[in-house]
């Protein structure tokens, strides 16, 4: 099996910054896309930012120029750089990651638990 494990939430006052991350471990033999989630309050949950392999990425409009995301390929971890944080960032960040098993030939998609971000003063 896969496990994704975030870290990295909190508290956080506007226009501070937090750094989460997301380690993947179990039988790995390839992960594809890595990305964030997020889910707020009576909301549905939405695309945050997603790296390819490739280390290609995509970003909500909303969060365009103040979050960054990256990967690093060896130690199977996805990380995503919060800056200029706003209360409407506040939600359970989740992490996401199409994932190869060994032994296995297709790719099936894995969640983390989710990390809770508060922004307020």
């Known amino acids: 099996q896969v496990q994704l494990v975030e870290s990295g939430g909190g508290l956080v006052q506007p226009g501070g910054s937090l750094r989460l991350s997301c380690a993947a471990s179990g039988s790995i033999f390839r992960i594809g896309t890595m990305g964030w989630y997020r889910q707020a309050p009576g909301k549905q949950r939405e695309l945050v930012a997603t790296i390819d392999s490739g280390s290609n990425t995509n970003y909500a409009d909303s969060v365009k120029g103040r979050f960054t995301i990256s990967r690093d390929n060896a130690k199977n971890t996805v990380s995503l750089q919060l800056n200029s944080l706003k209360p409407e960032d506040t939600a359970v960040y989740y992490c996401?990651?199409?994932?190869?098993?060994?032994?296995?030939?297709?790719?099936?998609?894995?969640w983390g638990q989710g990390t809770q971000v508060t922004v307020s003063s």
């Open positions: 996401n990651a199409n994932v190869r098993r060994v032994s296995i030939i297709r790719y099936d998609n894995y």
